[in-house]
């Protein structure tokens, strides 16, 4: 067991770039999140994937976010035309089906910072 | 809507006392996950502890336990025995759904808990 991975661990961007993470899941794990915590608060819910498949995806995320698992495995977020208030913690966590599914297995994040 | 509350932004403890970590809900689903959650400064969010809403009995997990008093919406946490190594942020949060099975999950603000030598 691996354990949950995301990379990069840090992006510095400017204004206005395109940034790209990646999260690679523990194996067996079929579904996967994607959170963002800022400073001070916790965890907000994103968008969350079973398999390849797209359940939910928060209305608080602008059309400049997308996220795409394409084949059931690793997962990628993409935030296009950065904005200074998209700087954050971007946390992604898998868990299994069935029983397990209650505990979510988070990774080390994301650090984003646009300038 | 869901919505968690934890109502401490700090709390202090004496090594090897026993400390609660206050967390409310609020929910119309009548199945739903509360889970508690600990973030030490480097970053990792390391789950801890789970109570559905069905369960009879308040969880437990070594040191951890989970008061759960469902009538009043209540999901506190208590860590016994407190250790240095416990100092870090404690977030509690609650999925909707059959066995908290749900994909969206809910997290308070967090508590930031310091455990004194």
């Known amino acids: 067991d691996t354990g949950v991975s995301q990379d990069p661990r840090h992006k510095i961007t400017k204004r206005g770039q395109n940034v790209t993470f990646r999260c690679d899941p523990i194996?067996?794990?079929?579904?996967l999140y994607w959170y963002r915590q800022t400073l001070g608060q916790g965890p907000e819910f994103l968008t969350y994937?079973?398999?390849?498949?797209?359940?939910?995806k928060s209305r608080l995320l602008s059309d400049r976010f997308s996220a795409e698992r394409p084949k059931g495995s690793f997962s990628t977020l993409e935030i296009q035309r950065t904005e200074q208030g998209d700087s954050a913690m971007y946390l992604c966590?898998?868990?299994?089906?069935?029983?397990?599914?209650?505990?979510?297995?988070f990774g080390p994040g994301t650090r984003l910072t646009v300038l | 809507a869901q919505k968690i509350t934890q109502t401490q932004p700090g709390m202090f403890v004496q090594e090897k006392e026993a400390v609660t970590l206050d967390c409310t809900y609020d929910?119309?689903?009548?199945?739903?996950?509360l889970f508690w959650y600990k973030q030490p400064s480097s970053g990792e969010m390391i789950f801890l502890i789970y109570?559905?809403?069905?369960?009879?009995q308040n969880a437990t997990e070594g040191r951890y336990s989970l008061n759960f008093q469902k009538a009043r919406k209540s999901a506190n946490l208590v860590i016994s025995a407190s250790q240095l190594g416990d100092s870090a942020m404690y977030f509690c949060?609650?999925?909707?759904?059959?066995?908290?099975?749900?994909?969206?999950?809910?997290f308070g603000d967090g508590t930031t808990l310091t455990v004194k030598p």
């Open positions: 194996s067996e794990h079929n579904r």
């Open positions: 929910t119309s689903d009548p199945s739903y996950g």
């Open positions: 109570q559905g809403s069905y369960d009879q």
């Open positions: 966590a898998s868990s299994r089906p069935g029983q397990g599914a209650n505990e979510q297995f």
């Open positions: 949060a609650m999925r909707e759904g059959r066995r908290g099975n749900a994909g969206k999950s809910t």
């Open positions: 994937f079973q398999n390849e498949a797209q359940l939910e």
